[in-house]
């Protein structure tokens, strides 16, 4: 399909194809078929190895080690990258890091540049974003948000306890999301605050169990954090004091689109595993892939693939112009359903070898799950979609749509 990509984005994106066909790929079959473990040192290795073919970090600016390229133009390279369990870390494009290099890249001071961006970005240290609360606290609705930072003179006292602080327990610090006036609504009353894990009273609890394939030896895990006191400057205010959810807004509007592509990614290599083992898998007298039940299914999931293409790169799109936020909305929600339906469809293809884990569907599937949740609910970008389907159409427009001509009427007769 043509998706009137620009030439640059293209090429990089062919070049990154290359890499995870000649290297990525390769290496990730053989640890899984090996049961082994991705130590981080080789990950370390392909660092070195997309530096010398100008793959490195494509999402960040020249100036700080990375290749540059404009948001649209990273897309078909982050679904390059999402092919591979290993391909997104593979190139420094993994997230969390990739989403705070990101806020830290738009808003943050020169300072904070040049002491946390820079180093993040070529990986001498890691990050994680530390916004997500167990219960009662801010979660599905932010505005729950219990955390506190206070100021004290010229430093914030951080209270708090967090949870799925994704790569959390090896980061050399954490984004938090705090209330900083609880005077104000918490849209106008929250900030985001950059936090050193070796600060005192920072208290990484454990690293929460959960589903998902990950086979490198990385502990950054899904951590749980309390703050107990934390005392950090004022200065370590990312963005302007009471921005927080506008700079997490930055942040996760274009993390979504990236997640979207580099699971739409994972779909179509596992979409492409199937059909190549239904041409060669025997049933009943005929290869599977003959069967009219199994291809109309693999043409649904082709053309909802797509259609989920086709979305994030228009929602990618309106981003540049605005904060596009039904846009995302709508393409995050139709393609964690899409990349979770496809992949269960690819699975189901390939019988035993779908659940046994000599091909890498199975975790696939223990990976892709997840998506419907993390980044937002499904339930919680649905009900921003039918807010803005109900409340945020104008009301003259729902009276023009309302009004008929009585006159224009008819009487039905017997030829109706």
Request: glycine residues 8%.
């Amino acid at each position: 399909m043509e998706y009137h990509d620009s030439e640059t984005a293209t090429e990089v994106a062919q070049r990154i194809e290359s890499f995870m066909d000649e290297i990525v790929i390769p290496r990730e079959r053989e640890a899984l078929a090996d049961d082994d473990v991705i130590q981080m040192s080789e990950i370390k290795r392909l660092w070195e190895l997309a530096k010398e073919r100008d793959l490195f970090a494509p999402q960040m600016p020249e100036e700080y080690g990375g290749q540059g390229l404009d948001f649209q133009d990273m897309l078909p390279s982050f679904e390059q990258v999402g092919r591979s369990l290993i391909g997104a870390l593979s190139i420094r494009a993994n997230a969390p890091q990739e989403g705070n290099m990101h806020a830290l890249e738009k808003v943050g001071t020169e300072d904070q540049k040049e002491r946390w961006l820079r180093p993040l970005v070529q990986g001498e240290i890691s990050s994680a974003f530390s916004m997500t609360e167990p219960m009662q606290g801010g979660g599905s609705d932010p505005k729950m948000l219990r955390t506190s930072a206070l100021k004290d003179g010229d430093e914030w006292v951080i209270n708090g306890h967090k949870w799925w602080t994704s790569y959390g327990m090896d980061a050399d610090f954490l984004l938090v999301m705090a209330r900083t006036d609880f005077d104000a609504h918490p849209y106008e009353g929250s900030s985001i605050v950059l936090v050193p894990t070796d600060a005192e009273g920072v208290n990484v609890v454990r690293n929460i169990p959960h589903m998902g394939a990950d086979i490198t030896d990385r502990v950054g895990g899904h951590a749980e954090i309390k703050y107990e006191n934390v005392r950090v400057p004022v200065e370590n205010t990312i963005g302007e004091e009471g921005e927080g959810f506008r700079v997490a807004q930055l942040r996760l509007g274009g993390g979504r689109l990236t997640h979207c592509m580099r699971y739409s990614g994972m779909a179509q290599r596992a979409l492409d595993i199937a059909k190549a083992y239904l041409s060669e898998r025997e049933g009943f007298g005929e290869p599977l892939s003959d069967k009219q039940a199994l291809r109309h299914r693999v043409a649904d999931a082709e053309t909802r693939l797509h259609a989920a293409r086709t979305m994030i790169r228009h929602a990618a799109r309106e981003l540049d112009r605005s904060d596009a936020r039904i846009e995302v909305a709508m393409a995050k929600t139709f393609t964690a359903n899409v990349t979770s339906d496809v992949i269960d469809l690819a699975l189901q293809c390939c019988g035993a070898n779908g659940i046994g884990k000599d091909l890498p569907i199975a975790h696939f599937y223990e990976e892709v799950r997840k998506f419907r949740i993390v980044d937002g609910a499904d339930e919680v970008h649905r009900r921003s979609i039918a807010r803005w389907a109900f409340e945020d159409v104008p009301s003259d427009e729902m009276e023009r749509v309302l009004r008929f001509d009585p006159d224009r009427l008819v009487e039905p007769d017997d030829s109706h």
